[in-house]
Each structure stands twice: as C-alpha cells, then as structure tokens.
C-alpha cells in the first residue's frame, strides 16, 4: 500500500506538469520558461499556491492576488492522473508494465484536456506519445494479432506495435480525406489521426482498433445527443473525437482483456 501512495502522490505531480503543458502547448508557449503565473493578474504563482489539490482547495478555487476563479480543469487533471499511477502501481506493482499504462493514461488524459477546451491535439503528446509507445513495445512486448515473421517477441511486438500505429491511423485518413473530396470540407482533424498513431502504438493493432470503434460509437451518440439538445447544426458542428478517442483507449488499456478475448481469441 505504501507503494500505492507514492506512485499516487507522484501521479498528482505528473498531473501538475500536465496542467502545465496543457495550457502552454496549446498557445505555442514553452514549458520551461517563464514560471507559472496566473492567466488573468499576471502575478508568478508562489510553490506554496501550486501544490497538486492542497493549494486549490485552500485557495477556495480562486488565484490568491486577485481572486479570479481557477479552473476545476487543473484538480481534475492531477486527480485523474495520481489515480492511473496509483491504480497502475496497485495492479501491476512497480514493474514496466506499470510504468506504461501510467503513463499511457496520463497521456490520454491531456488529450481530452486540450481537445475538449482548445479543440488541439499538441503534437508533443500525439507524435512524442506514439515514439514512447514503440519503445516500450520493446520492455512490454505485445501479443502480436498477426504472425509477423521471426522467433523473437521483442521483434513481433514492435511490428505489432508499429502495425496498430500505422494501419487504424492510415485507413482514418484515407476515409477523411475521401470525405473532404465528396464534402469538400475536413472530416476528420490530422491530430485525430495522429492521436489514432499513438494509441495504436501503446495498444497493439487490436487495442487501437476496439478503441476506434468505441469511440466512434460514443461519439456519435453523445454527439448526436448534445447537438440536439443545443440545437446546434450538426452537418458542421465539430465533435471534440479526440475526447472520445481518449476515453475509449484508456478504457481499453485498463479493462479490454475480456473484449479482447472474445473478439480477437487472445489477451491484449
């Protein structure tokens, strides 16, 4: 249990440096440089006011030089994020296992983050996020969908890993791109494709795609659901996929095995 909680206090910290990517990646700003301060005074956020749920909660959710109101985006997102850690180290123990569908999840976690506030999809989590997937298909290799080729698992799940990046990913934008020449309008945003890469790579190419069509599903009923009852347009409403995406893949990582069974015949 003592590993729980630390894996778990240390997640609440990786949720606090995704707040802070999620704000800057979306508005070209670096991570690095300056520190932290708030949006709307200006005023550099002190240690003290930026500790992971503490400082929120003491603050009464306002900034403490002006009193504006401080997001319930920024607790949501270390809370998400010390959850997948803790749950990931509870599950797993600290293994590399772990490690990976930890970090998985807070990846998708920033996703949603972004495209459900900023309709973005930074690069740095879609294409950084698909390099890491790939290299842990070396450390936690995948079971291959197909027969591949070769005697070493290490090499199956590579290609598996490299197959779930590029064919989910590919077939999307082949379908977007048909239906940007019928429509003459974007279908499916290059980022959602991207993201579709980096599931596929953590995931394997039959985790990425019960993830697809669970988004799908979702998003087009959810979709529908809130364009009606907005009374929105919804020939061209844009749907935030990306949310979904990121819902549905985490969901897949962390309860798919039984799915995974009875349509593939084999576990994640």
Known sequence: MIETALAFVFGLLIGSFLNVCVYRWTRGLSVVRPRSACPACGNFISWYDNVPLVSFALLGARCRHCRAPIS???????????????????????????IKIALFSA???????????????????????????????????????????????????????????ALPSFA?????????????????????????????????????????????????????????????????????FGVFLGIAAVAVAWFGEPAMRAYFGVSP
């Open 172 to 240: 999307i934008w082949c379908l977007g791109e048909a239906y940007y020449r019928f429509r003459k309008r974007e279908g499916i945003a290059l980022g959602d494709i991207k993201m579709i890469a980096m599931i596929g790579a953590f995931l394997g190419l039959r985790g990425s795609l019960l993830g697809l069509v669970l988004a799908s599903v979702s998003g087009a009923v959810i979709g529908l659901v809130y364009v009606l009852l907005a009374r929105k347009r919804a020939a061209t409403y844009p749907i935030p």
């Open 107 to 165: 990846i998708c976690i920033a996703l949603v983050a972004t495209d459900l506030t900023d309709r973005l999809l930074p690069d740095y989590f879609t294409v950084g996020g698909t390099g890491i997937g790939v290299a842990f298909a070396c450390l936690s290799p995948l079971e291959p969908l197909f027969p591949y080729g070769g005697d070493s698992t290490v090499w199956q799940s590579v290609v598996e890993a490299l197959a779930g990046a």
């Open 72 to 98: 319930w985006r920024y607790p949501a997102i270390e809370l998400l994020t010390g959850v997948a850690f803790g749950g990931a180290v509870l599950r797993y123990g600290l293994s590399v296992p772990a």
